[in-house]
């Protein structure tokens, strides 16, 4: 009787988790827990199908290692095959927690569009693992913050791997006085209703806004607006 290495065994084993398919959300997560284990590109969430809006958070894996990096991009469903690809996040050389990146969906229109990962390898070559027919929504207004770590003091954004994000509390306010806040690094006030707003931004404890801390605007319709509060420790 012929007997395989065990190498070979296990390879065979991987394969064919890494290739089944049981219905469901759970089928899908399995299949990238194991792909993640093979060192292959994974997007756990969202999934094929899900409706998204505000920011969206991408979940899994990208395994990176030397020189290697990873993107995320998109482009419409209804593209042809060899249309080109928009990236919204990246380059990024490492990942925080099993979040991969965020997608300011207010920056494109509602509708369906396809998502894709791509990894980097170190020498060259890529890796992709693509998330089709995600659909992202504008229910109503949305108002988006953004705080971001400003050590160089300039107001502006840099790249994610030099200033990466810090919370910082906002505080959105109605005509009628009526205010929400939360404390975060990225966030959207969503399905607010058409009239004016007041929104402020307090850093934490120890630190000091380099842009302006305060915003005053009037929502119409389903209007996204999004702004960009920095902070630097206060020395």
Not at 11 to 29: N, P, Q
Not at 145 to 173: C, K, M, N
Request: hydrophobic residues 40%.
């Amino acid at each position: 009787m012929r007997v395989r290495p065990l190498a070979a065994v296990l390879m065979c084993v991987a394969a064919f988790l890494a290739g089944m398919v049981v219905g469901g959300t759970h089928g899908d997560i399995v299949q990238a827990d194991v792909a993640s284990l093979l060192g292959v590109p994974a997007i756990k969430a969202p999934r094929s199908g899900e409706r998204i809006s505000g920011v969206a958070y991408f979940h899994g894996t990208a395994t990176v290692t030397g020189d290697g990096y990873y993107d995320m991009s998109y482009r419409s469903c209804t593209a042809s095959e060899g249309a080109s690809w928009t990236t919204f996040a990246g380059p990024y050389i490492s990942q925080q927690g099993d979040i991969l990146a965020y997608w300011d969906t207010g920056a494109v229109e509602p509708g369906c569009y396809d998502i894709m990962l791509n990894q980097h390898l170190d020498g060259g070559g890529v890796r992709i693992t693509d998330l089709p027919a995600i659909i992202v929504i504008r229910p109503n207004a949305e108002v988006c913050v953004r705080s971001f770590h400003d050590p160089d003091g300039d107001g502006r954004y840099g790249e994610p791997q030099v200033e990466r994000f810090v919370d910082a509390v906002f505080t959105l306010t109605t005509e009628a006085g009526d205010p929400v806040t939360v404390q975060e690094s990225w966030y959207c006030f969503i399905n607010l209703a058409p009239g004016p707003y007041r929104l402020e931004v307090e850093p934490l404890v120890g630190r000091v806004v380099t842009t302006l801390n305060t915003a005053e605007f009037e929502l119409r319709g389903d209007a996204s607006v999004t702004f960009w509060f920095g902070s630097a420790p206060d020395e």
